[in-house]
């Protein structure tokens, strides 16, 4: 569960565009910066184009992107985004 936690974390500091470092960034999120890569290539598995901007300090889509996730658990169904 802590996996889905971080994944959605990850997603929302690069959809808010959350500046720093990569290794800032991670922090924020509360992982390492080779996790936090780790995390980036789950998500552009799932589709989404992920950007480092240097300028800006930030990741961030370069296509418009959401991620959803949902688990069913005995036919009850919870949605992480």
């Not at 802590?2 to 690069?14: D, M, Q, W, Y």
């Not at 598995?45 to 005995?74: A, H, M, N, W």
Request: proline letters at 1%; aromatic letters at 12%; hydrophobic letters at 35%.
């Amino acid at each position: 569960m802590k996996k889905i936690t971080t994944l959605c974390a990850v997603h929302r500091a690069i959809k808010n565009r959350i500046k720093g470092s990569t290794s800032e960034i991670a922090g924020h999120v509360g992982v390492s910066r080779s996790c936090f890569y780790k995390y980036l290539d789950e998500i552009e598995e799932y589709g989404g184009e992920v950007v480092y901007s240097r300028t800006s300090r930030c990741f961030y889509y370069k296509i418009p992107f959401e991620l959803k996730l949902e688990i069913q658990v005995d036919g009850v169904s919870k949605i992480y985004i």
